[in-house]
């Protein structure tokens, strides 16, 4: 595993040698490429497995504003300034990361590929990237834990209407090594989502992605009979509680009494409500609209970050997901100010084609371009980044 404290990958060397292995008529096993990744990731998904990674809510405007909010801010770059020497690394809650990354909460990965979340989890460690665990995940949280290592790894809850088994995933979460609470705000209701509606699929009434669930001891007492001699009734149970919408601000309380780790609320997308995180004890906050999969028509996540930035940036840790492709991407989130991005469906296409090697080679390339990019900007480590680097076209 990546130790955080070794020199950063470097891009030149990533490429040179892929170039290299051209020279013997070598390419590179899997598409370089993000549309190519994504076209052979489906090629090997089935329909109704590719259109949950892939589909959004509604006609999909989110999803497509999340990647034109990215187009419209452009880097310039800026020259003779000896970036000879560069240095990705970041720190996040105290511990320093090779780069701002992190690979994002993204459940069921079961079926993407059979190595599901501990092959991505694999992976990320191998190159020191933290990984954030889906409470939906396909693998139990202790086996992904394992698989982390001592590379950070925090956990994503979704919060259930059972408040002792919201503690009881919080309590084997933090007993296996997870750093940080990620708790998601914005799925109390499951979207309208045409793609899974035509293919009359959601993976979790197939028993897909409920391993945290069928494996916790509060869940499996409520139970007549064990998941294993009864899927069906243990299916149901979890569809019941699931999602709670009757949570307020208020309840964020009981989370605050029950760890003394990093909390960190997801979702947010309004100025007032990173205020309402901050005044209820909070640690930081994941600017996001769920990849555009939970409402048509919201506001573009990285067009949300800069009001929230200003609203509480000198007093959370701002971080953002929903539309990230690129290392350009990362690097105009980084400069409108967020510490660090969230990855998401990118990886889980390398996983489609290759498992765990897939997800590296993913990773490896985001890295070494992101080496590239923040070079050719004009700077030497993410501490030089900022707005100036900006322009915005509308």
Not at 239 to 255: K, R
Request: charged share 20%.
């Amino acid at each position: 595993m990546a130790d955080a404290n070794e020199s950063p990958i470097e891009g030149m060397q990533r490429q040179l040698q892929i170039y290299l292995g051209g020279l013997s008529g070598e390419r590179p096993a899997h598409p370089v490429g993000m549309k190519a990744l994504r076209t052979a990731a489906q090629a090997v998904m089935t329909p109704e497995a590719y259109g949950y990674l892939e589909g959004g809510a509604g006609a999909e405007d989110t999803m497509r504003a999340n990647r034109e909010a990215f187009r419209r801010w452009r880097i310039v770059p800026r020259l003779l300034r000896d970036v000879a020497e560069r240095d990705l690394r970041v720190e996040l809650f105290g511990e320093t990361i090779h780069a701002p990354v992190l690979l994002a909460p993204i459940g069921v990965q079961s079926i993407i590929h059979p190595t599901a979340e501990v092959a991505a989890a694999r992976a990320a460690a191998s190159l020191g990237v933290p990984l954030v665990l889906s409470t939906a995940s396909s693998k139990p949280l202790e086996e992904v834990g394992a698989a982390m290592g001592d590379v950070p790894h925090w956990f994503q809850l979704y919060w259930p209407k059972d408040p002792e088994l919201a503690a009881s995933l919080l309590n084997r979460a933090e007993a296996a090594g997870f750093g940080a609470f990620v708790i998601t705000l914005d799925t109390y209701l499951l979207a309208w989502r045409p793609r899974d509606l035509d293919n009359a699929y959601l993976p979790f009434l197939f028993g897909e992605g409920l391993a945290n669930y069928f494996t916790d001891p509060v869940f499996r007492a409520g139970l007549d009979e064990p998941p294993e001699e009864n899927p069906t009734q243990a299916i149901l149970h979890f569809a019941s509680l699931f999602s709670n919408p009757a949570l307020t601000w208020d309840d964020l309380a009981f989370l605050r009494e029950r760890t003394k780790l990093p909390i960190l609320l997801k979702g947010i997308l309004h100025p007032d409500d990173a205020r309402k995180a901050a005044d209820h004890g909070v640690e930081g906050v994941i600017v996001s609209n769920h990849g555009g999969r939970q409402m048509d028509g919201a506001l573009a996540a990285l067009d949300a970050l800069p009001e929230v930035v200003a609203a509480v940036g000198d007093e959370l840790t701002i971080l953002v997901d929903s539309g990230i492709r690129t290392a350009a991407d990362v690097f105009k989130a980084v400069a409108l100010g967020a510490r660090a991005v969230l990855l998401g469906r990118p990886y889980c296409y390398g996983l489609a084609v290759a498992g765990e090697e897939g997800v590296r080679t993913v990773l490896h390339n985001l890295l070494a371009e992101l080496d590239l990019t923040l070079g050719l900007a004009g700077c030497r480590t993410f501490k030089e980044v900022s707005r100036k680097n900006l322009v915005h076209q509308p």
